[in-house]
T-cell receptor, first 114, second 113 residues
Framework: AQTVTQSQPEMSVQEAETVTLSCTYD???????LFWYKQPPSRQMILVIR??????QNATENRFSVNFQKAAKSFSLKISDSQLGDAAMYFC???????????FGTGTRLQVTL | EAQVTQNPRYLITVTGKKLTVTCSQN?????MSWYRQDPGLGLRQIYY???????DKGDVPEGYKVSRKEKRNFPLILESPSPNQTSLYFC????????????FGQGTRLTVV
């Protein structure tokens, strides 16, 4: 079974600075997809970024980018120029290429300070 | 607007009193699932459905039932709720293809006393 590990329960970053959230996963499959979801205090789950395992190029979405290390099974999220609105719980998730289920990590709560 | 609608958003109930949390999506998605979110545990899948009349257990199915009589609806049923089912519940839907985005409902905060 696939597992997703987020080893940082809480992180803090100052406004305008850069922060990296860690995620590792365990799988024996070669075809899969990785996601980062944001959960603000409203509880809504919002897709931040996705990465296809077959792509070597790291995904980017505006201020959000990932560092995907397939051999190390690592998928970290970098947030640049942090803003107060980035404060949220962030979940890393794995999805097999042959199934639809999302497997989530335990989450990292990000605080953004002035 | 594409959305997944869950109701109710908040629910307090007593042990043993049957309840249903509704979930409806308007995107014609085949795949729907239920998750529960608990502190320190992330989101764990309860049940999922690949299409109408096709449902299967996820990782934590005990104490829950689901049905999929129509493509758009996927209710979660707790026939005899217990305090350990106090949690935040999410319904999600997506196309079956693994690279597609999953859309989530607004969540249901359930408290069983």
């Amino acid at each position: 079974a696939q597992t997703v590990t987020q080893s940082q329960p809480e992180m803090s970053v100052q406004e305008a600075e850069t922060v990296t959230l860690s995620c590792t996963y365990d799988t024996s499959e070669s075809d899969y997809y990785l996601f980062w979801y944001k959960q603000p205090p409203s509880r809504q789950m919002i897709l931040v970024i996705r990465q296809e395992a077959y792509k070597q190029q790291n995904a980017t979405e505006n201020r959000f980018s990932v560092n995907f290390q397939k051999a190390a099974k690592s998928f970290s999220l970098k947030i640049s120029d942090s803003q107060l609105g980035d404060a949220a719980m962030y979940f890393c998730a794995y999805r097999s290429g042959t199934a639809s289920k999302l497997t989530f990590g335990t989450g990292t709560r990000l605080q953004v300070t002035l | 607007e594409a959305q997944v609608t869950q109701n109710p958003r908040y629910l307090i109930t007593v042990t043993g009193k049957k309840l249903t949390v509704t979930c409806s999506q308007n995107m014609n998605h085949e795949y729907m699932s239920w998750y529960r979110q608990d502190p320190g545990l992330g989101l764990r899948q309860i049940y999922y459905s690949m299409n109408v009349e096709v449902t299967d257990k996820g990782d934590v199915p005990e104490g829950y039932k689901v049905s999929r009589k129509e493509k758009r609806n996927f209710p979660l049923i707790l026939e005899s709720p217990s305090p350990n089912q106090t949690s935040l519940y999410f319904c999600a839907s997506s196309l079956v293809a693994a690279n597609t985005e999953a859309f989530f409902g607004q969540g249901t905060r359930l408290t069983v006393v």
